[in-house]
């Protein structure tokens, strides 16, 4: 019985290990993807993972508003993350474990 715990618990680990991996990899893919919207004299190309690459107005670009918006997005990012902890744990919230 203590073995067949121990078995379990390694199992587990072996398939957090996996979905971490996949989450990692799917932040790769997301990184690695591009949006590009233009309308109205303003054009912005941001990532998958949500980081605006460019930004512009009338061919004019700013890199310190772009700073300001990528610092902006990663702390709300980081907010909604928190707070879904807090729910419940994030995904093992959601998993029932």
């Given amino acids: 019985?203590?073995?067949?715990?121990?078995?379990?618990?390694?199992?587990?680990?072996?398939?957090l290990k996996k979905m971490r991996d996949q989450a990692l990899a799917?932040?790769?893919?997301?990184?690695?993807?591009?949006?590009?919207v233009e309308e109205q004299g303003v054009r912005v190309?941001?990532?998958g993972d949500q980081r605006i690459k460019e930004l512009s107005v009338q061919g004019i670009?700013?890199?310190?508003?772009?700073?300001?918006?990528?610092?902006?997005?990663?702390?709300?990012?980081e907010l909604a993350a928190k707070k879904l902890q807090e729910m419940g744990g994030g995904l093992?919230?959601?998993?029932?474990r």
Avoid: C, H, P, Y
Wanted: cysteine-free; charged content about 20%.
């Fill in 92 to 96: 093992t919230g959601l998993l029932g």
């Fill in 45 to 47: 190309v941001i990532t």
């Fill in 26 to 36: 799917l932040q790769q893919q997301l990184a690695a993807e591009e949006l590009v």
């Fill in 61 to 77: 670009s700013n890199q310190a508003l772009i700073d300001a918006l990528n610092k902006a997005i990663r702390l709300s990012q």
């Fill in 1 to 15: 019985m203590v073995f067949d715990k121990f078995r379990q618990q390694l199992s587990q680990l072996g398939d």
